[in-house]
T-cell receptor
Framework: EPEVTQTPSHQVTQMGQEVILRCVPISNHLYFYWYRQILGQKVEFLVSFYNNEISEKSEIFDDQFSVERPDGSNFTLKIRSTKLEDSAMYFC??????????????FGPGTRLTVL | RKEVEQDPGPFNVPEGATVAFNCTYSNSASQSFFWYRQDCRKEPKLLMSVYSSGNEDGRFTAQLNRASQYISLLIRDSKLSDSATYLC????????????FGTGTRLLVSP
């Protein structure tokens, strides 16, 4: 069964450093997403990406965040200057069609980001 | 009012029990509805989509009441492996690609 993969599984970084989280979505999916979950809290939307551009972003997704699909398979989230409050589990997801069409999202196993 | 509200639980039930979870959502124009399950420190995994007429998948039954803005999940004959957090998830009409998650309801099934 195809699945979303993410690397690394755990990233530890110093405050102010840049991090890049990597994802390989399911191959025939066209819509890509990043969500995050702070420990003990709910899953929160960050950004959606379709046709090589951002289609929607949340207020969390400020100028410190960027996304890229550098080739036909990878989808990355970059945090330019990490803050302590960026510590969270970051989930990549993909879908065949927008969720309002009734198609679900499939999530990767996540990258646990720890900012010291 | 929160966009998606769930009773956080935990619900402690014995194996074989039937348990029901409820969820309410605030946006009357919400279009799609899902139940996901999440194991501790793992990713959300799709349990089932929720259709207007209600739907069943094995031991799991989901119901949607658009008039009351209410979604339910019924689990029959609970198994130990059903222990997890169950996430109610909806889409909003304001952003066509955004899922909104509830905080989840924790289920503990004991022998």
């Amino acid at each position: 069964e195809p699945e979303v993969t993410q690397t690394p599984s755990h990233q530890v970084t110093q405050m102010g450093q840049e991090v890049i989280l990597r994802c390989v979505p399911i191959s025939n999916h066209l819509y890509f997403y990043w969500y995050r979950q702070i420990l003990g809290q709910k899953v929160e939307f960050l950004v959606s990406f379709y046709n090589n551009e951002i289609s929607e972003k949340s207020e969390i997704f400020d100028d410190q965040f960027s996304v890229e699909r550098p080739d036909g398979s990878n989808f990355t989230l970059k945090i330019r200057s990490t803050k302590l409050e960026d510590s969270a589990m970051y989930f990549c997801a993909s879908s065949e069609a927008p969720p309002t069409s009734g198609r679900p999202l499939f999530f990767g196993p996540g990258t646990r980001l720890t900012v010291l | 009012r929160k966009e998606v509200e769930q009773d956080p639980g935990p619900f402690n039930v014995p194996e074989g029990a039937t348990v029901a979870f409820n969820c309410t959502y605030s946006n009357s124009a919400s279009q799609s509805f899902f139940w996901y399950r999440q194991d501790c420190r793992k990713e959300p995994k799709l349990l089932m989509s929720v259709y207007s007429s209600g739907n069943e998948d094995g031991r799991f039954t989901a119901q949607l009441n658009r008039a009351s803005q209410y979604i339910s999940l019924l689990i029959r004959d609970s198994k130990l492996s059903d222990s997890a957090t169950y996430l109610c998830v909806v889409t909003l009409n304001t952003g066509f690609q955004k899922l909104v998650f509830g905080t989840g309801t924790r289920l503990l099934v004991s022998p």
